[in-house]
Nanobody
Framework: QVQLVESGGGLVQAGGSLRLSCAVSGSTYRINDIGWYRQAPGKQRELVATISSGGTATKYIDSVKGRFTIFRDVAKNTVYLQMNTLKPEDTAVYYC????????????WGQGTQVTVSS
């Protein structure tokens, strides 16, 4: 099993910054990559950013490129999402996701953390 615990959400004004944390524990050898998803009210959950298990490969959706950065601290087993120049449309519940290597089971999810950006 893999456990994911998010923290760092909150209320911020447009243009501000927040850093989300995802602490990973358990059978971390199963994990291929880790991503941050978000879900706004009335909308589908979308993938925001991912980082490979080695931390060398990252991907972002177009709407956050240049504003968000995903990175990891291997020593702390933690993945971060640094969010700058936040916009009201970034308001959502953000979820940490761990995707196992093929054949090693289903995805793991954290409990989510609310990010609210006021205009």
């Amino acid at each position: 099993q893999v456990q994911l615990v998010e923290s760092g959400g909150g209320l911020v004004q447009a243009g501000g910054s927040l850093r989300l944390s995802c602490a990973v524990s358990g059978s971390t050898y199963r994990i291929n990559d880790i991503g941050w998803y978000r879900q706004a009210p009335g909308k589908q959950r979308e993938l925001v950013a991912t980082i490979s298990s080695g931390g060398t490969a990252t991907k972002y959706i177009d709407s956050v490129k240049g504003r968000f950065t995903i990175f990891r601290d291997v020593a702390k087993n933690t993945v971060y999402l640094q969010m700058n120049t936040l916009k009201p449309e970034d308001t959502a519940v953000y979820y940490c996701n761990a995707r196992p290597y093929p054949g090693l089971g289903n995805d793991y999810w954290g409990q989510g953390t609310q990010v609210t950006v006021s205009s």
